[in-house]
């Protein structure tokens, strides 16, 4: 039978028929597992907070309406706003971690949700109102519950991954630095991705590409590309052609448009200095962003609600001692109480930055000098103020208007800007974001004054790197880090 199959077009035929159905109908259900797979590990923390919340509340006797419905809910929108505990730092596999790194990520996520709910309860007094061994019950039981949720539906993931039936071949078309980092990150992650490597094909011998053959396995030129593709069964076909090479890129889309491989094309911006940097579709045309505010869609709103609710809690609680330091102003030397000053804030746009005035001058022309260790001109009130950065908490109001944020780079001067844009390439990329009170230069120690422009680059490069890395568990970060550095800033004067 398998000689009459070898020996008949029409039965070869048949068989490599079958064979691609299979595949694809394999492709079809991994596809498909690991969609419902996301769609469970998203829902999860919201479903599992709210159903104990629930559950609890019947097991004590408590009933389940008024403030309880409007914590389950609020809980669950919060859960579905922050990203989920599957969440990886770039760079890292994606679909699998560590049992103890996602547990860990789990606990921080739901400490966060609760000092959110917290803030909220102690705004609003409605934290009284609440049954206190329902309330401490859940708090205590649902990470117990999402991290056994989690584990289960990730032991799930790690079946499906590691199944060899479900293992999708890929090769490349073009052996370049771009190709073949990509596909030394697929080989790292292992079977975790779901990808195999068969190898790479380039117009260049192996001796032209100068890579050696551990890290790239050249299995022929462009022209054998298709059908290799058809002969070995291959599932994906990574395009890294440069940009230069279109026409060539046009004619292998034509070629293996007689296979069902799917295709995906690299582009060489790997060059480029990349802020935020992903694929998306503008009027049915895909585009890739090189440069972009950490802060599209849903991911602005959590940045904006968090500032909201933590510059509020923060007002709140500091009330007393802004009096206090209002009243040490006015009795330190003649002047405003209020010092506002001109600044750049989201988009390059000019902003009005208030803080308690802590020197004899209000400084805010075409000439600005920046402060200087036991520089004259601070007063005695205003030098106690800088040294805690006490003289920034009418900032705080600043927030609230939507002009500046708790953590972001550090607004300067115009007159300041409109000399360091001038010596330093990028500076202008940091006003992608609302300016912050604190940001990832200032706990890293680049504050006080910028007599160097090498200061001043140095800064710039944390404000860049802030942007590239953000995350609402990056600003947390910078916060609690701020807290400590203020109590023993060397720089602050």
Same mark, same amino acid.
């Given at each position: ?147 056994? $949720? =989690?584990?289960? #539906?990730? &032991? *799930? +993931? ?12 890929? @090769? %490349? ?75 060539? $890129? =046009?004619?292998? #889309?034509? &070629? *293996? +448009? ?12 790997? @060059? %480029? ?83 308690? +005035? ?12 920046? @402060? ?122």
């Amino acid at each position: 039978m398998l000689a009459s199959a070898g020996s008949d077009p029409g039965a070869y035929r048949l068989a490599e028929d079958s064979k691609r159905m299979t595949s694809e109908a394999l492709s079809f259900t991994r596809s498909f597992s690991i969609a419902l797979l996301s769609l469970l590990e998203a829902v999860a923390p919201p479903a599992v907070s709210a159903g104990l919340l629930f559950g609890l509340c019947n097991a004590y006797g408590t009933e389940f309406r008024g403030f309880f419905i409007v914590l389950a809910i609020l809980v669950a929108a919060l859960s579905t706003l922050l990203p989920p505990p599957r969440s990886r730092p770039p760079g890292t596999p994606q679909l699998l971690s560590p049992s103890w790194p996602l547990a860990g990520r789990i606990l921080v996520r739901w400490m966060i949700i609760i000092g959110i709910l917290l803030a909220i309860g102690f705004v609003t007094k409605y934290s009284a109102d609440f049954s206190r061994k329902v309330v401490v019950s859940w708090i205590v039981a649902t990470p117990a519950s999402l991290i056994l $949720v =989690m584990l289960c #539906l990730q &032991e *799930l +993931r790690r079946r499906l991954m590691y199944d060899p039936a479900m293992v999708r071949r890929v @090769a %490349f078309a073009g052996c370049n630095e771009i190709s073949v980092a990509l596909a030394r990150r697929i080989g790292e992650s292992g079977e975790l991705t779901g990808l195999k490597v068969e190898g790479f094909f380039d117009d260049r011998n192996a001796e032209r590409l100068g890579v050696p053959g551990e890290r790239a396995r050249l299995l022929g030129r462009l022209p054998d590309l298709a059908s290799f593709v058809k002969r070995r069964g291959i599932d994906v076909v990574f395009v890294a052609l440069p940009v230069r090479h279109i026409q060539r $890129v =046009m004619q292998l #889309l034509d &070629e *293996l +448009r007689d296979t069902t491989v799917s295709i995906y094309y690299v582009p060489d911006i790997f @060059a %480029f200095d990349l802020i935020q940097a992903r694929s998306g579709e503008l009027f049915g045309i895909p585009v890739v962003a090189l440069c972009e505010t950490p802060f599209c869609g849903y991911r602005g709103v959590i940045k904006r609600f968090t500032d909201i609710v933590f510059a509020a809690s923060i007002l709140i609680v500091t009330a007393p001692l802004m009096l206090a330091l209002v009243v040490m102003v006015r009795l330190s030397s003649p002047g405003p109480i209020i010092f506002p000053q001109r600044r750049y804030g989201l988009d390059g746009r000019e902003i009005t930055v208030w803080k308690f +005035r802590s020197m004899m001058v209000v400084e805010d022309g075409e000439q600005v000098v920046q @402060a200087k260790r036991q520089d004259p001109r601070i007063t005695r009130a205003g030098r106690f103020m800088r040294r805690y950065s006490l003289d920034e908490l009418p900032q705080l109001f600043n927030v609230l208007q939507g002009r500046m944020s708790l953590v972001g780079p550090r607004p300067h001067a115009v007159a300041h800007n409109e000399q360091y844009r001038k010596l330093i390439k990028g500076y202008m990329v940091r006003h992608k974001v609302p300016p912050g009170m604190t940001g990832l230069a200032q706990v890293n120690g680049c504050r006080g004054e910028t007599s160097r422009i090498e200061e001043m680059q140095a800064r710039v490069n944390y404000d860049l790197e802030y942007l590239r890395r953000w995350t609402p568990l990056l600003d947390l970060k910078i916060l609690l880090l701020t807290a400590v550095r203020v109590l023993r800033d060397e720089k602050a004067y």
